[in-house]
């Protein structure tokens, strides 16, 4: 069964150091979404991505955060000066919409721990 | 803007015992609807969805458009149902999910 990869599983840095996320979506997905989860907290939405571009963005996607495409697999999350607040689990998900399937698959998460 | 709710954070059940996990949504257009499952230590899954109208694991959900309910239920808890459950919410662009419930079955 396809999978959305994540690298690294578990990263920790010191704040003020940038931080860039890998993840290679399930490659006929067109649309590529970044979701984070604070210990203990909900899964809260970052950014949606579609067609080489953010599509939406929520409140806490500052001018921190940035994502890409570099290739045609790889879909990035960078954090330019990391806050010891950003330490949470990052997910990157992607989803498939067609033929009406909708059906948004995760991946394992990467543990991104400031200090 | 669209919002789910789970009243619940955590739910207790004896097994054997029938769940009921909470979720209520607010949206203005068609809602597609879906629960997600979260075993201790690994990925989000998706468990089902309202369009499908399929029994996963034993568990259905029901999407209620008058009461603005997608609830999850299972009429006989299992040990290996202890998880954390979430019930999200898709529209056009955005998959947005509740806070979540962690249910907790009781040998």
């Known amino acids: 069964e396809p999978e959305v990869t994540q690298t690294p599983s578990h990263q920790v840095t010191q704040m003020g150091q940038e931080v860039i996320l890998r993840c290679v979506p399930i490659?006929?997905?067109?649309?590529f979404y970044w979701y984070r989860q604070i210990l203990g907290q909900k899964v809260e939405f970052l950014v949606s991505?579609?067609?080489?571009?953010?599509?939406?963005k929520s409140e806490i996607f500052d001018d921190q955060f940035s994502v890409e495409r570099p290739d045609g697999s790889n879909f990035t999350l960078k954090i330019r000066s990391t806050k010891l607040e950003d330490s949470a689990m990052y997910f990157c998900?992607?989803?498939?919409?067609?033929?009406?399937?909708?059906?948004?698959?995760f991946g394992a998460g990467s543990r991104l721990t400031v200090l | 803007a669209q919002r789910v709710t789970q009243p619940e954070k955590l739910l207790s059940v004896f097994k054997g015992a029938p769940v009921e996990l909470k979720c209520n949504y607010s949206?203005?257009?068609?809602?597609?609807l879906f629960w997600y499952v979260q075993y201790s230590r690994q990925r989000l899954q998706l468990l089902l969805r309202?369009?499908s109208r399929e029994s996963i694991k034993g568990f259905t959900a029901d999407l209620n458009k008058g009461e603005t309910s997608f609830h999850l239920k299972k009429p006989f808890a299992q040990e290996e149902d202890s998880a954390m459950y979430y019930c999200?919410?898709?529209?056009?662009?955005?998959?947005?999910f509740g806070i979540g419930t962690k249910l907790q079955v009781i040998p």
């Open positions: 999200a919410l898709l529209s056009y662009q955005k998959v947005t």
């Open positions: 949206y203005s257009g068609s809602p597609e």
């Open positions: 490659s006929n997905h067109l649309y």
């Open positions: 998900a992607s989803l498939d919409r067609s033929s009406g399937a909708n059906v948004l698959t």
């Open positions: 991505f579609y067609n080489n571009e953010i599509s939406e």
């Open positions: 309202h369009i």
